[in-house]
């Protein structure tokens, strides 16, 4: 334990977003898990979070419209999150075979990226739902970002790639001073009977992408 521990710590310190990046960043993976798991257990379940220098990534599928509103609502509430990007299905949850695939592919493209010396493979994030890859991190250059991409596009099975790797020159968005409103639409407001579902704040009328 004390030589994972060790070799976790000196991968953090190597990364291009740096050690304190790092911790900050899985910490805040650590408390939207442990919120999604309180709001909703099926929720912690069905969603995927990948967090890069306070950018959070969200990810799988859900069955209500409304689940997708919840899961950014809840990654908006911990300190230090820049932005997040909503890229939650709506659709079939997925089943032990799409995890088993998933799970095979994203084996296949870290490989991939280990053997190419070109690439600082510790810089990415690979995540995989249902044979679409999405990607997170810092790249050092464009050409280093382009060669990723080429390299998970080769991987047999692979049906499409979500590129969300920030170039180290590219700014980051400033840390908003209070988190975004969400409004959910599909929620019906206390004391109404209708179901018109409310007022839908920007964020939440393109829940895709929120940024501050």
């Not at 300190?79 to 997925?94: A, C, L, M, S």
């Not at 939440?204 to 501050?212: D, E, V």
């Amino acid at each position: 334990m004390a030589v994972g521990a060790g070799a976790t710590v000196t991968n953090m310190a190597m990364e291009e977003r740096g050690f304190g990046n790092a911790v900050r960043d899985n910490a805040i993976w650590a408390d939207i898990n442990g919120r999604l798991l309180n709001q909703d257990p099926k929720l912690f379940r069905d969603v995927n979070l990948q967090v890069q220098e306070g950018r959070v990534l969200l990810s799988g599928y859900v069955q209500r419209p409304e689940d997708r509103v919840e899961a950014l609502r809840i990654a908006w509430e911990p300190d230090g999150v820049r932005e997040v990007v909503n890229e939650i299905k709506v659709g079939r949850n997925r089943d032990f075979g799409d995890f088993t695939e998933d799970a095979f592919l994203v084996q296949e493209i870290n490989v991939k990226l280990l053997l190419d010396r070109d690439i600082r493979a510790i810089n990415y994030s690979v995540d995989c739902i249902r044979s679409t890859v999405y990607l997170m991190g810092v790249a050092r250059t464009p050409a280093e970002l382009q060669r990723v991409i080429d390299h998970v596009r080769d991987v047999p099975y692979v049906r499409a790639v979500v590129n969300h790797v920030r170039v180290r020159t590219d700014p980051l968005p400033p840390i908003p001073a209070t988190p975004p409103v969400i409004a959910n639409p599909y929620q019906t407001p206390a004391g109404d009977t209708g179901t018109s579902g409310g007022t839908v704040s920007q964020a939440a009328a393109n829940p895709k992408t929120a940024k501050p």
